[in-house]
Every structure is written in C-alpha cells, then in structure tokens.
C-alpha cells in the first residue's frame, strides 16, 4: 500500500498541478499589482501553514515568482527570538521583503502576535 501511495505522489508532483498553489500565486501577484498602483510598492502579505515542509515548498515557490530570494521571509518553531525579531523588521520596514511565510508555530510567541496584528 506505502509503495502504491509513493507511485501517486510523485504523480502528483510531477504532473505540477497544484490548485491551493494558483490561488496563493495568484493573489500575491494581485497583492503585488494593486499595491505598485495604489502606492507605489508591494502590499505585503503573511501566509501561514502548518508544516515545515510546506513552508520550504511555498519559500520556494513565492521566490521564484517574485523574482527574488530577498521577496520573502520565513519563520519557523525553530527560528531562535533574535533571528525572528530580525525577519520581523526585515519584513516591516524593507520594502522588498513582501511575504511573510510561517508555521503555525511561529505565532506561539506573543512578540509575532503583536507584530502581526495590523
């Protein structure tokens, strides 16, 4: 059964369709778009997923679409205070830094919530 559900899943994979990935690239891209228009510079966005794996899979994903490493940021359970302190003023105050990406367990700490709260 394990061996049949690998088959699948690198079907899946392989065949690049990925619905929930179009709706999120799309709505970067209009995020994008609407904000150049509206005032000059990206609106910025924070997308939060429960896996680390899924963060790795989006980081990538979003970099690519925004042309630049530099585009998007991460936060992870493991990210240490001081590194997650400096992501968070990197994504606040650098406007090139326009995703937010994180697990649901980097919102544990009360400075994210705090942060995060616009």
Same mark, same amino acid.
């Given at each position: 059964?394990? @061996? %049949?559900?690998?088959?699948? &899943? &690198?079907?899946?994979? /392989?065949?690049?369709?990925? !619905?929930?990935?179009? $709706?999120? !690239?799309?709505?970067?891209?209009?995020?994008? /778009?609407?904000?150049?228009?509206?005032?000059? %510079? #990206?609106?910025?966005?924070?997308?939060?997923? $429960?896996?680390?794996?899924?963060?790795?899979? +989006?980081?990538?994903?979003?970099?690519?679409?925004?042309? @630049?490493? /530099?585009?998007?940021?991460?936060?992870?359970?493991?990210? #240490?205070? %001081? $590194?997650?302190?400096?992501? +968070?003023?990197?994504?606040?105050?650098? #406007?090139?830094? %326009?995703?937010?990406?994180?697990?649901? &367990? /980097?919102? $544990?700490?009360?400075?994210?919530?705090?942060?995060?709260?616009?």
């Amino acid at each position: 059964m394990l @061996s %049949q559900l690998e088959v699948l &899943a &690198a079907r899946v994979r /392989a065949n690049g369709t990925d !619905r929930k990935w179009q $709706e999120l !690239r799309a709505l970067v891209l209009e995020a994008r /778009a609407s904000g150049i228009a509206a005032v000059g %510079q #990206p609106h910025k966005l924070i997308v939060f997923t $429960e896996h680390r794996d899924t963060l790795t899979y +989006l980081t990538g994903r979003l970099e690519a679409v925004l042309g @630049s490493v /530099a585009a998007v940021v991460t936060i992870h359970g493991g990210t #240490p205070r %001081q $590194e997650r302190r400096r992501i +968070l003023e990197a994504f606040t105050n650098d #406007p090139g830094c %326009q995703v937010l990406v994180a697990t649901d &367990a /980097a919102g $544990e700490g009360s400075t994210f919530r705090r942060r995060t709260s616009w």
